[in-house]
């Protein structure tokens, strides 16, 4: 058997896994380590990220706005507006959403029905009550952002290593010992786990809490776009599908949140055609065939807010996981935070991080 030594092993090779991997290879070794034959082959390589100042909770949004910085100076965010549809009987729903928004994004803006129909007219107006555009969303290059970081990692002297998913792992005298699916027996006095839908099942390994991460299905499909199609990007409230250019066609998706185990997530068929139903309702498109569907897993904890420190059982076990849907856009800022609390250091937000908050 092969032995190596590394100062961080991480396991998960997405873009929380050589983000972190990429800020602590600054002043120690790392290694990181996937289960599949290519990186970011689950949800970060399925992501259709967008970088919305508005979206999730008050820590996501901090943190997504702390993240802006990073994305500005790589040049990988494209203008792309988005029109929030608060349909017949919601409005209220997109007057909270305009109240607790723009402080952080203050170029939000109320439109009436007429005036979103004028600024998206593929959209129906008699079907919309109010409307809330935030004109600042810009559209996120996924892949660019990721390769950044592999770099990063790579140019100061980190390892990556595919195919190599850990099958057990035990600790002694303040050093893990894991063993990879290849064979090769890595010692690591810290493991990080960015593992994604399959976090809890690694924590399970290394004798760790189990968090409750709950995987959840989101389906998304191409369709021809129409000559008029164009931005911006649109999605209702209440939140059962959105529809994005995308080069000359239209993403849309149903914005199902199904549970299910980790796996190779499958487009839901039974969904498409709620979503098709419901677009052609709203919309002018009068969508009749699908050119290609696929699906990703996004998973939370019970609050919606990722998990990101030391476990409170396992020593030397590090979480970075339950980003559901905003592990793209807050990826900058996450990474920082997380390598922050690596190296013992204090971080902002980490007490609502904590995964000790989720221990009962």
């Not at 555009?133 to 996924?142: K, M, R, S, T």
């Amino acid at each position: 058997m092969t032995s190596r030594t590394t100062d961080v092993l991480v396991l998960g090779g997405g873009m929380a896994g050589v983000s972190v991997g990429a800020q602590l290879a600054a002043d120690r070794q790392v290694t990181v380590l996937d289960q599949e034959a290519t990186f970011a082959f689950h949800t970060t390589g399925r992501s259709a990220a967008m970088f919305l100042e508005t979206y999730g909770g008050p820590v996501i949004r901090a943190l997504t706005v702390a993240s802006r910085a990073l994305f500005d100076e790589l040049d990988l965010l494209t203008p792309l507006p988005s029109l929030n549809v608060g349909l017949r009987g919601h409005g209220d729903a997109i007057r909270d959403m305009y109240a607790s928004t723009r402080a952080l994004a203050p170029d939000v803006e109320l439109l009436s029905p007429e005036e979103a129909a004028a600024l998206q007219p593929l959209l129906r107006p008699e079907c919309i009550e109010l409307a809330l555009l935030e004109p600042g969303a810009q559209e996120i290059d996924v892949h660019g952002l990721h390769q950044h970081y592999v770099r990063t990692l790579r140019t100061r002297g980190g390892h990556t290593k595919v195919s190599a998913g850990a099958v057990s792992a035990c600790r002694a005298h303040g050093v893990w010992t894991v063993v990879d699916t290849t064979g090769t027996s890595w010692q690591a006095p810290m493991v990080i786990n960015a593992a994604g839908a399959w976090a809890d099942d690694v924590a399970g390994r290394f004798g760790g809490i189990r968090v409750g991460l709950q995987p959840l299905r989101r389906t998304a499909f191409l369709v021809d776009a129409p000559p008029s199609a164009a931005a911006p990007m649109f999605g209702d409230v209440p939140d059962s599908f959105y529809v994005k250019p995308d080069t000359g066609r239209l993403l849309c998706s149903p914005a199902d949140e199904t549970p299910q185990a980790p796996a190779d997530a499958r487009p839901d068929e039974l969904e498409i055609a709620r979503a098709i139903q419901t677009i052609n309702e709203v919309t002018t498109l009068d969508i009749r065939h699908v050119r290609s569907a696929w699906a990703g897993l996004r998973s939370f904890v019970a609050d919606r807010t990722p998990v990101v420190g030391f476990d409170p059982v396992a020593e030397g076990l590090f979480w970075l996981a339950g980003q559901g849907g905003y592990g793209i856009q807050t990826a900058p800022a996450l990474a920082r935070t997380a390598a922050a609390l690596a190296r013992g250091e204090d971080a902002e937000h980490a007490a609502a991080l904590d995964p000790a908050r989720l221990v009962d």
